[in-house]
């Protein structure tokens, strides 16, 4: 199974880790490490290094940060270069993290960064595009 080190600013890793839960249950192989204003990268590079060693066991290692060329993608970089098959996916949200949660199973490191890249670019939409696609909008009191 791959693992999954999820990392971002501020509490952007344990906000969507505590969404994900709520949607998805408890997940197995996966880490959140916050990157809090008064942190550092070193104190950041020791925490991602801590989580990958609860994480021995997988596979392979896929990195989900927030944003491209921000301190956390930047360390997780630098650690995914030291080993092969490591990935890093960037510009992470909800459907994208939840999606991939459920795919990941049967799926090697390269795999899950192509799906991972098409769930990025099919979940960024707007209204006025979905409903141009299907018009017939389903109220419900009810949501995911």
Wanted: aromatic share 4%.
């Amino acid at each position: 199974m791959l693992g999954i080190v999820l990392t971002g600013h501020g509490g952007f890793a344990t906000g969507l880790e505590k969404a994900m839960k709520q949607i998805l249950g408890e997940q197995e192989h996966m880490v959140a490490v916050d990157f809090p204003e008064d942190s550092t990268t070193a104190l950041l590079t020791t925490q991602l290094e801590a989580a990958l060693a609860t994480l021995r066991e997988c596979e392979s290692i896929i990195f989900l940060t927030d944003l491209l060329g921000g301190t956390p993608f930047r360390v997780a970089s630098t650690l995914a270069l030291q080993q092969t098959g490591w990935e890093v996916i960037t510009g992470t949200n909800l459907q994208l993290l939840l999606e991939m949660m459920m795919e990941r199973d049967d799926l090697d490191s390269e795999t899950f960064r192509l799906r991972a890249l098409e769930c990025g670019h099919r979940g960024l939409t707007s209204l006025a595009d979905e409903l141009s696609r299907s018009p017939a909008i389903v109220e419900s009191d009810e949501g995911i």
